[in-house]
Every structure is written in C-alpha cells, then in structure tokens.
C-alpha cells in the first residue's frame, strides 16, 4: 500500500465552479498509483467541492443561482465582517462538501462520462484557494 499526497493552489474568479479535474488527474498520473482511492479536500470555509456535470455550462449557472436562493446575501446575516457575501459563502460550504472521494482504476480518475471535479467558490471576489489531494493504493 502507497501513499501519496499533493497540495494544489487554484485561482478562483470569483463566485464559480472552477474544474479541477485535470490539475488532480495529474497528481494521480504522478503519483504511480494504478489502483487506489482519490481523496480530495479544501482547505477552506467558504468555498466546497463537488463532482457534477461537465458538459453543459447551463447546469453550473443554475448551481449558482438555486444556492444564491437558499443563502442569499440579502437576508439578515449576523456575521458580515468580511462582507455582505461572507456568512452566504459560509452557509453555501456548510451544506455542500469539503472533500470529495474518486476511485482510481488504470492509474486514472474513475469519473463517469459526464463528471468533473470543481471547486465551487461561494465568495465574490477572486481567491487563492488550498487543495489537498490525498491517494491511496497499489
């Protein structure tokens, strides 16, 4: 059994779903794992990870504005010392995920067709945003 692990940086433009899937494609490929299990984490509170549909842009714009629904910026949030985007950015991560799991099989992702890996920035502005991507396997 092998352990391999690698931590990625990636620019955010601000309140998007930002594909990562090649970026961790290429710490499997790397890695020399052949068959294992992907684990891929965020290091952050206010932006999340999701595997989803990768082929119509029309599904990301609807992400977002079905989340822009359930935590508005309008609503009455306490806690904004960071903007009035700041505590919806936090109950977006909140109820979406920090990690996400993916098969390796061949020494590649084992995503479907139509999957990728984003990072979904919850926040307006631009961020640099931590990745760990942890692997383990033969």
Same mark, same amino acid.
């Given at each position: 059994?092998? /352990?391999?692990q690698?931590r990625?940086? $990636? ?8 594909d990562?899937?090649a970026a961790v494609?290429k $710490?499997?490929?790397?890695?020399? /794992?052949?068959?294992?299990?992907a684990t891929?984490? $965020?290091?952050h509170t206010?932006?999340s990870?999701? /595997?989803?549909?990768n082929?119509?842009?029309?599904? %990301?714009t609807d992400l /977002?504005?079905?989340m822009g629904?359930?935590?508005p ?5 306490? %806690?904004?010392?960071e903007?009035p985007d700041d505590?919806p950015a %936090?109950?977006r ?5 920090t ?5 390796i099989?061949?020494g590649?992702l084992?995503?479907g067709?139509?999957?990728a890996i984003?990072?979904?920035e %919850? ?9 760990v991507?942890h692997?383990v396997g033969e």
């Amino acid at each position: 059994m092998r /352990i391999h692990q690698e931590r990625l940086t $990636v620019q955010t433009p601000g309140s998007a779903l930002v594909d990562v899937t090649a970026a961790v494609s290429k $710490v499997v490929k790397t890695s020399g /794992i052949v068959t294992g299990l992907a684990t891929i984490f $965020v290091q952050h509170t206010s932006a999340s990870l999701l /595997i989803q549909e990768n082929a119509s842009p029309d599904v %990301h714009t609807d992400l /977002i504005a079905w989340m822009g629904e359930l935590a508005p910026e309008s609503r009455r949030w306490k %806690h904004d010392e960071e903007g009035p985007d700041d505590m919806p950015a %936090h109950a977006r991560s909140a109820i979406t995920r920090t990690s996400e799991q993916v098969p390796i099989g061949e020494g590649r992702l084992l995503l479907g067709t139509w999957q990728a890996i984003y990072l979904w920035e %919850h926040r307006r502005r631009a961020h640099n945003r931590n990745i760990v991507v942890h692997l383990v396997g033969e």
